[in-house]
């Protein structure tokens, strides 16, 4: 069982950068591939970025590649989305994910998910 809790959302101005972290619970982390989601009002969910658990793999959806980073921080059982020169079209709730066998672009078959942290880019 994996609790994942999110944190960091916020309102940025265009241009702006924002951290966002998950913490997991439990002692198994570092066996789980890590990714994150977002959800716009009005949309269907987004696949984000994704990390494996030695971080040597990262994948990002193409409309965040060059501006948001993935990271992970095995001893610290939390994953970070760095995201910079954010734009108003990044605005949406951001999920945290983890499964144990890979992050998948639509989301299906992913066993764990957080309750989303709120990101509002302004113009």
């Known amino acids: 069982q994996v609790q994942l809790v999110e944190s960091g959302g916020g309102l940025v101005q265009a241009g702006g950068s924002l951290r966002l972290s998950c913490a997991a619970s439990g002692r198994t982390f570092s066996r789980y591939a890590m990714g994150w989601f977002r959800q716009a009002p009005g949309k269907e969910r987004e696949y984000v970025a994704a990390?494996?658990?030695?971080?040597?793999?990262?994948y990002y959806a193409d409309s965040v590649r060059g501006r948001f980073t993935i990271s992970r921080d095995n001893a610290k059982n939390t994953v970070y989305l760095q995201m910079n020169s954010l734009k108003p079209e990044d605005t949406a709730v951001y999920y945290c994910?983890?499964?144990?066998?890979?992050?998948?672009?639509?989301?299906?078959?992913?066993?764990?998910w957080g309750k989303g942290t709120l990101v509002t880019v302004s113009s």
């Open positions: 994910a983890a499964d144990s066998s890979g992050i998948t672009a639509d989301g299906s078959g992913v066993g764990y």
């Open positions: 990390i494996n658990v030695r971080s040597t793999n990262t």
